[in-house]
């Protein structure tokens, strides 16, 4: 950096804290006979100040745990929250294809369609409805992608009330209260108040 600022201080001393803060946690995994991909997407429309461009965001677990989050800003700008939620579901299917060919490979084959799941019934019914209409005609043909692996029974979009959604988190400040549960969804716990872990 050129020219220091005194807000580019504050936000590292904020990074400082926040690791500070969270030296203790982590994922927890624990045993389970569930090891079934289940997945989590969402989005937040037109929330970047500067191009009005939407957030994605996605995370999958396997078992008890995250194993996989990302999120990041959209390349276009959605003009709807349904076409950003889309566009977010459409980029966590990718994500889910390549994992399960990853546990395939690990002789984890994956039974059944992946659950993805999503707090918008617009998108949920976009994907399965083939026909473009004035809601879709003018998102990118490669963002369809999504209706073939919904076809080909690959990934199954089902619905999830906002106050179960995970990815949530990784989209939007929210509550203490909110992120807590969230954070305890995605698997990660204070080690510290857990005791030791047997080896």
């Not at 600022?5 to 030296?23: D, Q």
């Not at 026909?131 to 199954?156: P, S």
Request: charge should be positive; proline fraction near 1%; hydrophobic fraction near 35%.
């Amino acid at each position: 950096m050129q020219n220091p600022s005194c807000h580019h201080f504050g936000a590292a001393k904020r990074i400082l804290r926040y690791i500070a803060g969270t030296i203790d946690y982590g994922i927890w995994y624990t045993h389970t006979s569930n090891f079934n991909l289940c997945g989590f997407t969402d989005s937040d429309w037109a929330s970047s100040s500067d191009d009005r461009k939407s957030i994605s965001a996605s995370v999958f677990s396997l078992g008890s745990g995250a194993v996989t989050w990302s999120s990041k800003k959209q390349a276009t700008t959605a003009l709807s929250s349904s076409e950003a939620e889309y566009v977010a579901a459409t980029s966590a299917a990718c994500q889910a294809i390549w994992f399960r060919r990853i546990l395939a490979e690990l002789h984890q084959r994956q039974e059944g369609a992946t659950e993805i799941f999503c707090d918008n019934k617009s998108t949920i019914a976009m994907t399965k409805n083939p026909v473009f209409h004035g809601r879709t005609k003018h998102i990118d043909i490669r963002l369809h992608f999504i209706r073939d692996l919904v076809a080909n029974n690959e990934i199954q979009l089902k619905y999830c009330s906002t106050h179960e959604q995970v990815a949530d988190i990784l989209t939007k400040s929210l509550s203490r209260e909110k992120f807590t549960y969230f954070r305890s969804r995605l698997g990660v716990c204070n080690f510290e108040l857990r005791g030791c872990v047997e080896k």
